[in-house]
């Protein structure tokens, strides 16, 4: 799914004692979350990735923060829906990269070198009576016996509890303005550790952005990470390949919709965003969700759809005739899409600089734009007036990981940051012809993307979605096949 232009945020811009300015995050806990395989992973107490590995997550994290700092990290709230239905649970993503707790109402202290235990986990107790209604709970005692903290305390005893613990740090380190009634709870935290300074307690003096040096860490992929990454890019893969056998003209853009979340589904897994089902012209339409118009004989379909798995997400768009076969227009389009991917996939090597990627994929859709004829000029002015834009006006990818638009900076400095191993990008060049472009009519409401996921390796990049096709004569081969099936 292609990122959407940063937003202008009006008001205040928050500059902290350190001067590093707060990240945007964007943060919308995405209704996502497989609840069911949550709860039997704290009920079996085995999470799928190690919990040595989350302790690890937590230790690197106190390292950098050093000794005289407090990190505090809620659990993403439930989020009403109506009355008391919920939306679909999904953990806050850096609740989950510290913890693997899957349990809202839970809040995580970190305290590097306090002798009394330095991870501290707040969380709902144990309650028979609720939990025949809602599921299982790890109470405290869970908490400390199969996720590893060193301490646990009911949350309902937060506020004697953690001004405490806040009491004698000097900086402390919270996601500010993300969640406005947390942020409220934080500052009467503070504010009672304040009230005891003329008795002789010592206030923190700094209040520091947490992202930077979380996201930091989250952007590194280890090898559990990239094993369930490459399951979730495989459900995915397989996903797109139902859809791309079950379309047939006059199908609805819902039915095909419907393909896909049965098969995320089957394999224990989630959408990791509002699947875009577009038929056409819809197409065009880079963030389109109303995925409820009929497919007509001739259109393209394009679709961008990924899966979360143990909240890892996938990220895929393919775009494919409707009726099985490109039209030579359709076709011209897509090959120029297909060879700026692979331009653009070929700079995902360490050491490259962010941008570089981009850069490649541009420069083969400028030049195959000018050679149909959509676009005018020498090379060098459509790139530089950027004019190619009226047909391509998306970066080709983001960071992928916990969240499909993963955390981490992209330039270090007001300097596009390098590739480095372990980091996972989408690759997704596109061309969209809108229904009222100004260029021959043979060409209008076509929209296309093609988008892979790839992992930065010490080698040769790795995608790892190339179980869904993408080379147009291997797509209609498929899709021959499947009505071929079909009719017998
Ligand atoms: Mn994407």
Known sequence: MPRSPPRRRGGTRYIEPRSETFLDAGFVAHPCYDLAAAARRTASGSAVIDRKEFA??????MHLVGDDAICIVPAAPERLRNNDSHYPYRQDSDFHYLTGFPEPDAVL???PGREHGQEILFCRERDPEREAWDGARAGPEGAVE?????DAFPIGDIDDILPGMIEGRSRVYYHFGRDTEFDIKMIGWVNRVRAQVRRGARAPHEFVALGHLLHDLRLYKTRDELRLMRKAAKIAAGAHVRA????????NEHEVEAELLHD???HGAVASYEPIVGGGKNGCVLHYHANNAPLRDGDLLLIDAGAEYECYASDITRTFPVNGKFSPEQRALYDIVLAA???AIAQIKPGKPYGAYHDAAVR???SGLIKLGLVKGTLDKVLREKTYRTFYMHKTGHWLGLDVHDVGDYRIDGEDRELEPGMVVTVEPGIYVAPDAKVAAKWRGIGIRIEDDVVVTRHDPEVITTDVPSDPDEIEAL????RLKHAS
Request: charged share 35%; no cysteine; aromatic share 6%.
């Open 56 to 61: 690890r997550r937590r230790k690197q994290l």
């Open 341 to 343: 991917q692979r331009a």
């Open 244 to 251: 791309m056998r079950s379309v047939r003209p006059g199908m």
């Open 146 to 150: 199969r996720y590893g903290m060193d």
């Open 479 to 482: 899709m021959a096949k499947a």
């Open 109 to 111: 202290a970190l305290i």
């Open 364 to 366: 083969v859709i400028a």
């Open 264 to 266: 995320f589904r089957r």
